[in-house]
């Protein structure tokens, strides 16, 4: 009778295969997070973090503790600079930050410059710690209107933005606004400009058909006899032509007037 050999082969396990990954993302705001670490063997002293590395750089800060610090501002990072923290722990457990809100966005920016040029508002911005949509928005006919909405670039530098606009004779006013993860509303300084140009006017007054004609380039918006505003924006001339024939309340340059379309 043969005798059966059986090899037992030892079976390496590494460290990577004892623990789990967790990835934490988001966008440095000049602050550090605050982490939880539980003990998972009390006899050895171990706990549940292994590593912890941002941006796949494995930081030096001790994290054989209950709780510690990851210190994000000696990482040679910039505000705004997007991160990716990777925690390395064991199975059964997972890291608890205590202050995740400190990688979300918020609105920093500050306007560093702004000016009317060649129908444009131009606007400088710098200190937009986060990527953030810029609201702009107008005074026109008693109340703020949002007239466009621009993608933030985000970063500590200066950055510039452009908007399409529509003057008129008087003073004209604008201002920028961002919403951040907390629902705040960060208003910039109302920036004014009084203009001395040539008033619009209306070249299609009362009555009109399919088309509601002005002087030149306005902003415009336009109402049912509901109160539903059915056109908004920009230009010389206003399509109306699906529109049932009503009465309308035109707002353009400084006027607001009733018109009928028939």
Not at 168 to 185: A, E, L, S, T
């Amino acid at each position: 009778m043969k005798n059966i050999v059986v090899l037992l082969l030892p079976v390496l396990l590494t460290l990577n295969s004892l623990a789990e990954i967790t990835r934490v993302e988001g966008i440095f705001q000049g602050k550090n997070l605050f982490v939880q670490n539980s003990l998972v063997d009390d006899k050895k002293g171990e706990f549940c973090i292994k590593s912890v590395a941002i941006n796949g750089e494995e930081i030096p800060d001790e994290v054989r503790s209950s709780a510690f610090v990851v210190s994000l501002d000696r990482m040679g990072l910039e505000l705004g600079e997007k991160i990716t923290i990777v925690f390395r722990h064991e199975n059964n457990c997972a890291p608890l930050v205590i202050n995740p809100e400190v990688l979300k966005p918020l609105s920093t920016y500050k306007i560093a410059h702004h000016e009317l040029k060649d129908g444009y508002l131009v606007f400088e911005t710098t200190n937009e710690s986060s990527k953030l949509s810029f609201f702009v928005e107008e005074y026109r006919w008693d109340r703020w209107l949002s007239i466009d909405e621009i993608m933030g670039e985000g970063g500590p530098g200066n950055n510039t933005y452009k908007v399409k606009i529509f003057p008129h004779k008087g003073i004209n006013m604008y201002r920028m606004k961002q919403i951040d993860h907390m629902n705040r509303v960060h208003f910039s300084d109302t920036m004014e400009y009084q203009l001395d140009i040539e008033t619009v006017k209306l070249k299609t007054p009362g009555r009109v058909t399919n088309e509601i004609v002005f002087s030149k380039e306005t902003l415009y918006e336009l109402y049912n006899s509901f109160g539903e505003r059915v056109r908004f924006g920009g230009g010389a001339v206003i399509d109306v032509s699906d529109l049932p024939n009503d009465f309308y309340f035109l707002s353009f340059g400084n006027n607001v007037v009733e018109i009928e379309k028939h």
